[in-house]
């Protein structure tokens, strides 16, 4: 066995999603998606705790997330400074080319008990991030708590339309639209 | 043993939360919390599929909240409908008597990480339906995400003022205080 794995999780996460779609996600194995990356087993669970978190893979988001809030200006407001974090997530993982495998994911996820489960507490968990970053930056809780909400739902509006079919706004304007559509609903509640 | 078990679920929760409290949720089986409630394993999956869900009885709260949304005046905009289905679950389930048990409760929640998964997924799911039941009002999509999301936190901030330690506030002024301040921020934010 090659002891220098290039890519060994980007390859265990695409051959993951191209099992769970061939034959569902209950009937795969981990055997199988590291056989498929052409990896081992023991591979596989040096990158992921278990089959369900291949797709989640990691704290990225929440560091993107935690950072950007961190390097908004000064002037922004706390809803702002969500949008700004908002912004570098379009730019370093929401990217075009990340589009179509980040749409074949959510509809394997939406098809599934178990992963829109762990998809739940993971966004629970990015919520949680955006507060405690805002805090940090001096916004009071429970300011932060509400700005943090909001810029979820923000975050799931723009990926609902950045990776839904047919679609071609980038994730950055995708973010501009729902945030305009969160501020005027914001204002009439 | 005896066929009529005159409120099994109710002896069956507070058997649990006692069994908790001495002896941790984790070193606590099914069993002791039927046996301590006089009752027996197969009258305890009788009402909870499992030992997780002896704590989230079933979908009272929902039911309350979208009753309580439904029933707000016409006039009434999204947030001011579900701070009315939150006044009847003070009215309804968050009484004065039930304060001290929601505070214990509260405490075994928090020192268990599975219960507190399972506590934020009912909380998602509790957002959900007051969602739907502003759309089933004619509040369109993200409208009623967004109250349903503020309403959320509205409803998180009144609980734990509410069942805080020395608290003697009632749960109807809790929310009361949690909008303005939710309403402030949202106008900050």
């Known amino acids: ?11 265990l996460v695409v051959a993951a999603l191209d099992l769970f779609e061939e034959r569902g996600y209950e009937s795969t194995t981990v055997i199988e998606i590291a056989e498929r990356a052409g990896l ?3 591979t596989f669970f ?28 000064a002037t922004a407001t706390p809803l702002e400074a969500v949008a700004h974090a908002l912004d570098v997530v379009g730019r370093e993982a929401f990217t075009a080319e990340r589009r179509e495998f980040s749409a074949r994911r959510r509809v394997v996820i939406a098809a599934n008990p178990e992963l829109r489960e762990r998809e739940a507490l993971k966004g629970l968990g990015l919520t949680a991030a955006m507060a405690e970053a805002l805090e ?3 916004v009071p809780d429970p300011a932060s708590r509400v700005a943090a909400q909001l810029g979820a739902l923000v975050m799931a509006l723009a990926y609902e339309r950045w990776c839904g079919p047919a679609e071609e706004t980038a994730f950055g304007e995708a973010v501009r639209q729902a945030l305009h559509q969160v501020r005027a609903a914001t204002a009439a509640s």
Chains 1, 2 share one sequence.
């Open 40 to 42: 081992t087993k023991s």
């Open 46 to 73: 040096r990158h992921f705790p278990d089959k369900r978190e291949v797709l989640f893979g990691g704290d990225a988001m929440a560091g993107l997330l935690a950072g950007g809030i961190a390097d908004a200006p």
């Open 136 to 138: 940090e930056r001096g």
């Open 1 to 11: 066995m090659a002891r220098w794995q290039p890519h060994a999780p980007e390859r």
